[in-house]
């Protein structure tokens, strides 16, 4: 900032799927909105080009990765792209507030529909800010760390080839729990529950609840239930040295390390969060019905409640 720049300059940073027409046209809407409210919007240089849009007068600023001094970060598009953002933003004080428009988008916050609604809330800064749990992970071989990284939604260790199992001996807080040949394993945050853990039949988690999730892929073993562990809890997996399969570490399905045999892989909570914006106090439950269409037809829950009501009322 220069000693001549007004210091309740407001900014945001605005990330867009810009290989979608439909978020080009949404990115372009959120840039004239919010700059017509004198708040400044920053841009990432490739997406600018995208866009077709300039650096001009000062409303907007074209960067490749500074987030310094954004009041937040705008992102249209699906789960996939809050995760890129996520990466820019993790470690920041800037809160992410997605706008969906993929498939379930259950990180997103906003829905297409809800386009001026958002608009008006981040100009009157009416949202709240809400801390979710991160994963750190460390890969070691040989007793030596190879790679640390980090993941939002998921670690999973998963196998190379599609022909080959993968063997390996799944171990909580330092003790061996259970040896499995699979397809993989995930370990997953509650935010997380709902993206590959809910696909590998693993438990959705309410995102108040403090806890780091294991679940199997595929194991040809009795005992191959998903686990709930306590947040302080430490997951790891290693790759049997014998086995004749390698494999690969995804965390939220963008960072890849591979595994030779041998390979061990730590995860822990990390002290890092990733910061969501919540424009609602809708309760999870009424999300993952609306996310996932959810048949409730029949439900008497409400009713019941305000007879409950009425007959307190005419006691009294």
């Not at 809800?114 to 949202?127: F, L, N, P």
């Not at 171990?171 to 935010?191: H, I, M, N, Q, Y």
């Not at 049997?240 to 030779?260: E, K, S």
Request: net charge negative; with cysteine.
């Amino acid at each position: 900032m220069t000693a001549s720049e007004p210091t309740d300059v407001r900014r945001v940073l605005l990330i867009a799927h810009t290989g979608r027409d439909d978020a080009r046209e949404v990115a372009r809407a959120f840039v004239k909105a919010l700059t017509s409210h004198r708040l400044v919007v920053r841009l990432l240089a490739d997406e600018a080009a995208d866009l077709g849009l300039e650096a001009a007068d000062g409303s907007i600023e074209i960067v490749h990765d500074d987030i310094r001094g954004c009041e937040l970060v705008v992102v249209i598009g699906g789960d996939g792209t809050i995760l890129r953002a996520a990466e820019l933003t993790r470690g920041s004080d800037a809160p992410v507030l997605g706008v969906n428009l993929g498939h379930v988008g259950f990180l997103a916050e906003a829905e297409y529909d809800d386009i001026e609604s958002t608009i008006e809330a981040i100009v009157a800064r009416r949202y709240t800010i809400e801390d979710r749990l991160t994963l750190d992970v460390i890969v070691q071989r040989d007793g030596e760390v190879v790679t640390r990284t980090w993941a939002l939604n998921e670690a999973s260790v998963e196998k190379a080839a599609r022909e080959r199992m993968l063997e390996v001996v799944v171990e909580v807080d330092g003790r061996p729990l259970s040896r499995w040949g699979c397809d993989g394993v995930v370990c997953a945050t509650p935010t997380g529950s709902t993206a590959y853990n809910f696909s590998a039949g693993g438990p959705v988690v309410w995102p108040g609840v403090e806890a780091l999730l294991m679940v199997p892929i595929s194991a040809h073993a009795l005992f191959a239930r998903p686990l709930v562990v306590a947040p302080t809890s430490v997951l790891a997996v290693e790759v049997l040295a014998r086995t004749d399969g390698a494999g690969v570490l995804w965390c939220d399905g963008r960072r890849t390390v591979d595994l030779p045999p041998g390979a061990r892989i730590e995860v822990r909570r990390s002290d890092t969060p990733v910061r969501l914006v919540r424009l609602h106090e809708a309760p999870f439950t009424d999300r993952l019905v609306a996310k996932f269409g959810l048949p409730v037809a029949g439900w008497r829950g409400s009713a019941e409640r305000r007879r409950r009501l009425a007959q307190e009322d005419g006691s009294a």
